[in-house]
Protein backbone atom coordinates (compact mmCIF):
# COMPACT_ATOMS: atom_id res chain seq x y z
CA UNK A 1 0.00 0.00 0.00
CA UNK A 2 2.77 2.32 1.03
CA UNK A 3 4.44 1.78 -2.47
CA UNK A 4 1.23 2.17 -4.56
CA UNK A 5 0.94 5.90 -2.24
CA UNK A 6 4.62 6.77 -3.33
CA UNK A 7 3.98 6.05 -6.53
CA UNK A 8 0.97 7.84 -7.25
CA UNK A 9 2.44 10.78 -5.24
CA UNK A 10 5.29 10.91 -7.74
CA UNK A 11 3.42 10.76 -10.64
CA UNK A 12 1.20 13.56 -9.72
CA UNK A 13 4.21 15.81 -9.46
CA UNK A 14 6.16 14.57 -12.51
CA UNK A 15 2.54 15.60 -14.03
CA UNK A 16 2.85 19.18 -12.39
CA UNK A 17 6.27 19.70 -13.97
CA UNK A 18 5.15 18.64 -16.98
CA UNK A 19 2.15 21.11 -17.24
CA UNK A 20 4.70 23.39 -15.81
CA UNK A 21 7.61 23.34 -18.46
CA UNK A 22 4.25 22.97 -21.43
CA UNK A 23 3.10 26.57 -19.63
CA UNK A 24 6.79 27.59 -19.78
CA UNK A 25 6.72 26.54 -23.60
CA UNK A 26 3.69 28.55 -24.61
CA UNK A 27 5.00 31.01 -22.52
CA UNK A 28 8.17 31.74 -24.53
CA UNK A 29 6.24 31.71 -28.04
CA UNK A 30 3.45 33.77 -26.92
CA UNK A 31 4.80 36.70 -25.42
CA UNK A 32 6.87 39.66 -27.52
CA UNK A 33 9.36 41.34 -25.43
CA UNK A 34 12.55 39.41 -24.98
CA UNK A 35 13.00 40.02 -21.55
CA UNK A 36 9.19 38.92 -20.44
CA UNK A 37 10.11 35.27 -22.53
CA UNK A 38 13.29 35.22 -20.42
CA UNK A 39 11.34 35.80 -17.17
CA UNK A 40 9.12 32.66 -17.90
CA UNK A 41 11.57 30.52 -18.93
CA UNK A 42 13.69 31.22 -15.99
CA UNK A 43 10.38 30.70 -13.43
CA UNK A 44 9.39 27.66 -15.88
CA UNK A 45 12.48 25.86 -15.36
CA UNK A 46 12.93 26.47 -11.71
CA UNK A 47 9.78 25.04 -10.37
CA UNK A 48 9.81 22.24 -13.45
CA UNK A 49 13.05 21.06 -11.97
CA UNK A 50 11.80 21.18 -8.66
CA UNK A 51 8.43 19.28 -9.36
CA UNK A 52 9.99 16.63 -11.33
CA UNK A 53 12.97 15.31 -9.42
CA UNK A 54 10.91 15.36 -6.14
CA UNK A 55 8.70 13.55 -7.79
CA UNK A 56 11.40 10.79 -9.00
CA UNK A 57 12.77 11.34 -5.85
CA UNK A 58 9.86 10.16 -3.79
CA UNK A 59 9.30 7.08 -6.13
CA UNK A 60 13.00 6.20 -5.82
CA UNK A 61 12.55 6.61 -1.86
CA UNK A 62 15.23 7.33 0.28
CA UNK A 63 18.71 6.47 -1.37
CA UNK A 64 22.16 7.91 -2.85
CA UNK A 65 20.02 8.45 -5.30
CA UNK A 66 17.81 10.54 -3.52
CA UNK A 67 20.45 12.37 -2.09
CA UNK A 68 22.48 12.91 -5.49
CA UNK A 69 19.19 14.68 -7.68
CA UNK A 70 19.17 17.04 -4.03
CA UNK A 71 22.28 18.36 -4.87
CA UNK A 72 21.11 18.56 -8.17
CA UNK A 73 17.91 20.59 -7.44
CA UNK A 74 20.38 23.13 -5.23
CA UNK A 75 22.36 23.22 -7.96
CA UNK A 76 19.80 24.28 -10.59
CA UNK A 77 18.15 26.43 -8.03
CA UNK A 78 21.43 28.76 -7.80
CA UNK A 79 22.32 28.72 -11.17
CA UNK A 80 19.54 29.31 -13.06
CA UNK A 81 18.51 32.47 -11.81
CA UNK A 82 21.94 34.19 -11.82
CA UNK A 83 22.83 32.88 -15.29
CA UNK A 84 18.98 34.03 -16.50
CA UNK A 85 19.40 37.27 -14.56
CA UNK A 86 22.90 37.91 -16.36
CA UNK A 87 21.92 36.90 -19.71
CA UNK A 88 18.75 39.63 -19.68
CA UNK A 89 21.25 42.29 -18.18
CA UNK A 90 23.73 41.77 -21.12
CA UNK A 91 20.40 41.76 -23.53
CA UNK A 92 19.48 44.87 -22.31
CA UNK A 93 22.73 46.16 -22.98
CA UNK A 94 23.36 45.20 -26.17
CA UNK A 95 20.03 45.51 -28.09
CA UNK A 96 19.77 49.04 -29.46
CA UNK A 97 16.28 48.44 -30.02
CA UNK A 98 15.16 48.43 -26.19
CA UNK A 99 15.67 51.98 -25.32
CA UNK A 100 12.07 52.63 -25.84
CA UNK A 101 11.10 49.91 -23.26
CA UNK A 102 13.76 50.94 -20.61
CA UNK A 103 15.11 53.99 -18.95
CA UNK A 104 18.96 52.92 -18.33
CA UNK A 105 20.17 55.53 -14.85
CA UNK A 106 23.06 55.21 -13.31
CA UNK A 107 23.72 54.89 -9.79
CA UNK A 108 24.13 58.50 -8.78
CA UNK A 109 20.85 59.79 -10.93
CA UNK A 110 18.70 57.87 -8.94
CA UNK A 111 20.89 58.75 -5.62
CA UNK A 112 19.92 62.79 -6.88
CA UNK A 113 16.49 61.48 -7.64
CA UNK A 114 15.81 60.55 -4.18
CA UNK A 115 17.38 63.38 -2.27
CA UNK A 116 15.12 65.53 -4.36
CA UNK A 117 12.01 64.22 -2.18
CA UNK A 118 11.06 66.41 1.04
CA UNK A 119 9.45 63.88 3.58
CA UNK A 120 8.46 64.60 6.97
CA UNK A 121 7.12 61.93 8.71
CA UNK A 122 7.75 59.42 6.12
CA UNK A 123 5.18 61.43 3.97
CA UNK A 124 6.46 63.54 0.86
CA UNK A 125 5.47 67.25 1.05
CA UNK A 126 5.85 70.53 -0.56
CA UNK A 127 8.66 72.84 0.39
CA UNK A 128 5.96 75.80 2.37
CA UNK A 129 4.61 72.86 3.97
CA UNK A 130 8.32 71.81 4.88
CA UNK A 131 9.24 75.64 5.62
CA UNK A 132 6.01 75.53 8.06
CA UNK A 133 7.15 72.49 9.54
CA UNK A 134 10.54 74.26 10.29
CA UNK A 135 9.44 77.25 11.83
CA UNK A 136 7.09 75.48 14.34
CA UNK A 137 9.62 73.29 15.24
CA UNK A 138 12.04 76.25 16.15
CA UNK A 139 9.73 78.24 17.68
CA UNK A 140 10.33 78.29 22.01
CA UNK A 141 7.55 76.76 23.26
CA UNK A 142 6.03 78.01 26.91
CA UNK A 143 5.94 75.25 29.17
CA UNK A 144 3.58 76.98 31.65
CA UNK A 145 1.54 78.05 28.52
CA UNK A 146 0.18 81.52 27.41
CA UNK A 147 -1.13 84.02 29.82
Known sequence: MYE????ILGLCLIAAALFIFGSEIVGIFKMKYVLNRM?????GDTLGI???????????????????MVLVIVFLW???PVSS??????????????????K???LSELEGEAGDDKTV??????????DETKDS???????EGEK
Open 4 to 7: WIRL
Open 39 to 43: HAAAM
Open 50 to 68: LCALSGLMIISGLNFTTLK
Open 78 to 80: ITS
Open 85 to 102: HLISRMETYTNESLTHYL
Open 104 to 106: KAE
Open 121 to 130: DGRTVDDKTV
Open 137 to 143: ESEPKDP
